[in-house]
């Protein structure tokens, strides 16, 4: 398949996309230049930083939208197949043998560890799978380079946009085997484990569930510190600001 230039400059606009982002202003241009509301801020933090509304909200020529939704259908299986295989024997014994009936509390504090334990694999791969996309900044700084000579700059477009190829064929297969591996483990897990089947669904959601809500915390958080911060003219809180971010 040939890159195709053409197509990449009729997806964005490029005297746009060359503008300096205000997320990477340093703390006096923030003062002096971002006019941002709270509402606004937090906003595109959230645009940014939640699974789901980045994945079907967000257009992004680097990411096409059916590789953002193949890459949160791994997830989402990443979450089920972490889940179960930090079940333990003993747990499972444990659960098998109990004539307690299970509550809330008792189903999310037998749960902790395994949340953690979930969401610390998913967030390392999650990590790994991000490494398979060209970084925006490296596309920027090419077209900063050679925006005034054409010729080099549709060669180093046409070299980036092999390289965006090869990784998402790389990547499809990854999310093959990922898929394919977790479904025939899970599928193990349960005929092995029926009783617990319900606990394992559970839990698995919840974790789901944790994690998209996390962003809106953090970005809050993040949101908060940075305004206190430009209200109080303090540059310490700003770094901390970037720091949640």
């Not at 205000?22 to 703390?27: A, F, I, L, R, V």
């Not at 509304?53 to 791994?74: H, M, R, Y």
């Not at 999310?108 to 390392?124: E, G």
């Not at 980036?160 to 025939?184: A, D, E, G, Q, V």
């Amino acid at each position: 398949m040939k890159p195709d230039f053409s197509l990449i400059q009729n997806n964005i606009d490029i005297k746009e996309y060359l503008e300096p982002s205000p997320n990477n202003y340093e703390y006096d241009d923030v003062i002096d230049e971002d006019k941002r509301t709270f509402c606004q801020y937090y906003c595109e933090k959230i645009k940014d930083n939640q699974m789901i509304i980045n994945t079907f909200f967000i257009t992004d020529f680097i990411k096409p939208k059916p590789i953002k939704i193949a890459s949160l259908i791994v997830k989402i299986d990443i979450y089920f197949l972490t889940n179960c295989l930090f079940y333990s024997d003993s747990y499972i014994s444990q659960k098998f043998n109990s004539t307690e009936k299970e509550t809330i509390f008792s189903f999310y504090s037998s749960s902790v560890q395994r949340f953690i334990y979930s969401t610390l694999v998913s967030n390392i791969i999650d990590y790994i799978i991000n490494f398979f996309f060209v970084d925006g900044t490296k596309i920027k700084k090419i077209l900063l380079k050679y925006k005034k000579e054409p010729i080099y700059l549709r060669y180093e477009i046409t070299r980036i946009s092999k390289s965006i190829l090869k990784y998402i064929k790389i990547l499809t297969n990854i999310n093959y085997f990922i898929i394919i591996f977790s479904w025939y483990y899970l599928s193990c897990f349960n005929n092995v484990y029926p009783n617990i089947n319900r606990e394992c669904i559970l839990s698995s959601l919840s974790i789901i569930i944790v994690m998209q809500i996390i962003p809106f915390i953090f970005a809050f958080l993040e949101t908060l510190i940075r305004f206190i911060s430009i209200k109080c003219e303090s540059e310490k809180l700003f770094k901390i600001s970037l720091f949640l971010s």
